[in-house]
Each structure stands twice: as C-alpha cells, then as structure tokens.
C-alpha cells in the first residue's frame, strides 16, 4: 500500500503511485472548493463518493462517484447508492483515459463541483 494524504476522504492509503496522484491531486481540489468526500479502497481501484442527505427523508437522495484504475477515470451517478456496480456509460457515465492522474482529477473535480452547485444548502 502506498501512504496518501487526503483526510477530507478519510483516506490514508492507496493501491499505486498513479492512485496516490489521483487522490491528492482531488484531495486538493476539495480542499479549496470546501467538500469532503468518501473513499473506498479496492484492489483494483479507488472509490470516491460525494452523497446527498435528504434529512427529511433519512435517505440519500444522490450519489456521486468517481472511480480511478491506475489508468481511466469514470465518473457519474451511483443509482445504487452501495457501489455494486461498476459506472457504466449506457447509464451515464463518463470515463476518460490517456491523460496523468492530476489532469483526469481535476476533470472529475470539475464534473463533481458542477453536479454539487445545484445542491440547496439543506434539503
């Protein structure tokens, strides 16, 4: 496991060097954009979630996710909520590949920052 340092996605550790780019290149876009993030390390990839809460509801209502491999990036919306399916461009999904980790994150900083602007402050 390779150390990274990204405590707004409670995340100390990462697969690769290319995964620790990624992450801290997002990291540091939610550090200056004010969001936090969850993450979910997996062999083969790591995940990265922003979810909307509807209090009223008790639910969430949205979930954004970004998936990185090393080598692509996909992003879009996890109609699942539980991360059981992989993001799937006939659903949505955008995936991007050819470019170093830091320019694919700001790509999906960008996409997530977009998405997370039409959010009310509180449901």
């Known amino acids: 496991m390779v150390p990274v340092v990204a405590p707004r996605f409670d995340l100390a550790v990462c697969n690769s060097d290319r995964e620790r780019e990624f ?4 990291h540091d876009r939610a550090t200056s954009g004010g969001w936090y993030a969850d993450s979910w390390p997996r062999p083969d990839r790591i995940i990265v979630s922003v979810c909307r809460i509807d209090g009223a509801q008790r639910c969430v209502s949205r979930t954004l996710r970004v998936d990185f491999d090393g080598a692509s990036v996909a992003f879009g919306d996890d109609e699942t909520h539980q991360f059981v399916t992989d993001l799937d461009p006939a659903r ?3 995936i991007l590949t050819g470019l170093p980790p830091a320019e694919l994150a700001g ?3 960008d996409w997530l920052e977009v998405e997370m602007a039409d959010w009310p402050e509180e449901l």
Not at 23 to 26: G, I, K, M, Q, T
């Open 23 to 26: 992450v801290e290149a997002l």
């Open 92 to 94: 949505g999904a955008k």
């Open 107 to 109: 790509v999906a900083a």
